[in-house]
């Protein structure tokens, strides 16, 4: 998987606006959280590049039925930097989304 590496950190891609998420509405696609051309494009401000017709030429196959570009969501994409190997998820409140590190959460164990 393409990926945006600074500093032992990986790019990931989420929307904290409200209004719609932007993986959690794709099924938390890994590519569009992960993608560098997405990455460029956020960094640069050029947000209005990113489309549909451009997410379903960069992801496979059977991610492409559910690609799905709001545009509130694109507009309030940001960037976090995690460090490599850091699991988490992207969770998704109307439309709001926030990445959840796996190492913050309380786990029960029955």
Known sequence: MKRVFRKNKVAVL??????????????NNTTVVFHPKLVELVE?????EITEELLKNLVS?????????????????RIQW?????????????GSEGIVLKEKQLWMVA
Do not use: Q
């Not at 640069?44 to 209005?48: G, S, T, V």
């Not at 995690?82 to 109307?94: A, S, V, Y």
């Open 61 to 77: 196959e059977e991610e492409k039925e559910h690609i799905y570009v709001d545009r509130s969501a694109v507009n309030n994409l």
């Open 14 to 27: 989420y929307s904290p606006g409200f209004g719609c998420g932007w993986s959690t509405s794709m099924k």
């Open 44 to 48: 640069k401000n050029c947000r209005e």
């Open 82 to 94: 995690l460090p490599i190997d850091t699991e988490f998820r992207i969770e998704e409140k109307d």
